[in-house]
């Protein structure tokens, strides 16, 4: 069992860095929800 399963998550990604798709599909395949993901440029 996974420490994200059954958990809702949102997701920040970074445009330079790891994109908010990635994280997002990443914690769906451990078991999370995710209800947002987006992906931001910090400068």
Request: with cysteine; charged share 20%.
């Amino acid at each position: 069992m996974s420490i994200l399963a059954g958990k809702k998550c949102v997701v920040i990604g970074d445009r330079d860095g790891i994109p908010g798709e990635a994280i997002s599909a990443c914690a769906a395949s451990a078991g999370a929800e995710v209800i947002f993901s987006s992906t931001e440029c910090f400068v």
